[in-house]
């Protein structure tokens, strides 16, 4: 199995800094793609940013939002900076890993919440 475990969530003041860390690990043979989702009451959840072969990065966080990855330790972080209210959300670390039974698939983590408030 495939597990993906979050972690670095919490509340932060508008204008703050927080680094949510995402670790794959179990039977993993390839991971194609990490990356970061939100979702908040009634709406869908929707891409934030993600890496691959290419980055795709949502509109409402370029610029103040980054991705990295630690391919040795099969982690992807996210670095938000300068954090608005309506960055409050779940956030759900993504991943597109083929397995060592050679099955490909998207993994999800549990979710983090992230809350932007003074």
């Known amino acids: 199995q495939v597990q993906l475990v979050e972690s670095g969530g919490g509340l932060v003041q508008p204008g703050g800094a927080l680094r949510l860390t995402c670790a794959a690990s179990g039977r993993i043979s390839s991971i194609y793609a990490m990356g970061w989702y939100r979702q908040t009451p009634g709406k869908q959840r929707e891409l934030v940013i993600t890496s691959g072969g290419t980055t795709n990065t949502a509109d409402s966080v370029k610029g103040r939002f980054t991705i990295s990855r630690d391919n040795a330790k099969n982690t992807v972080y996210l670095q938000m900076n300068s954090l608005k209210p309506e960055d409050t959300a779940v956030y759900y670390c993504?991943?597109?890993?083929?397995?060592?039974?050679?099955?490909?698939?998207?993994?999800w983590g549990q979710g983090t919440q992230v809350t932007v408030s003074s």
């Open positions: 993504w991943a597109d890993i083929r397995d060592s039974d050679y099955l490909r698939r998207n993994y």
